[in-house]
């Protein structure tokens, strides 16, 4: 098994949403385009990565949404050294279709009262549905590690809910340390690499806006 050296995990920059959440009454959510900040964060994440990677191959994978793919081509990676896929699973938390900002708003306030893991927007997904569909890609990685040409960088330019969740699944993380989890920013990178010991470490830690409230023990 050709396991990568690197995972490198990648919130889009800033969009037209993350700004003025009204848009989503004109616009869907896959559709929002980075701001000109958003471009820049991007572009200053792309300088990091071309430098990590230097001239290795990278195996990547983008969410479908316009804010991802215009986050991947901010990067500047060398074509010839990526092989990209678009990959539905990693795309952001489903809240519905054309949303109003009253009721979203609303629902995000019974989404604190009630967990982000266990709630679920009305016509939309809970944070435990992403789980189950990430989990199914994490499947699909872990067999293209079986082909001994595999590249030692694997690249995932994704959302903040979804980059969290990733690591719950890969790391085991219990629900009660996923919920204590902030979102990383704009454009923010999270990297799993390759120990001596053949297990993987995440380079940082997600910032906490509390400590874990688990119901019992487990691990």
Known sequence: M?????????????STGNVDDSVYEREPDHALALTDRGRRQAEATGE???????????????SPYRRTHETLRAFGLD???????EEPRLREQDWGN???????????????AYGHFFYRFAQGESG??????????????????????????????THGLAMRLFCMRWFHWTVAEFESLSNPGNGEVRMLVLGDDGKYTLDRPFDRWRDPEPYGISG
Request: overall charge positive; hydrophobic content about 40%.
């Open 79 to 85: 074509p010839a050294l990526i092989r990209v896929r």
């Open 2 to 14: 050709a396991r990568p050296r690197r995972i490198v995990l990648v919130r889009h920059g800033e």
């Open 48 to 62: 990091q990565l071309r430098a990590l990677f230097g001239d290795e191959r990278v195996s990547v994978y983008v």
């Open 98 to 112: 054309w949303q109003d900002r009253d009721e979203v708003r609303l629902q995000k306030a019974y989404r604190d």
């Open 128 to 157: 435990a549905d992403v789980y189950d569909r990430v989990g199914g890609f994490l499947e699909s990685l872990f067999r293209s590690f079986e082909d001994p040409g595999h590249p030692p960088n694997v690249l995932i330019v």
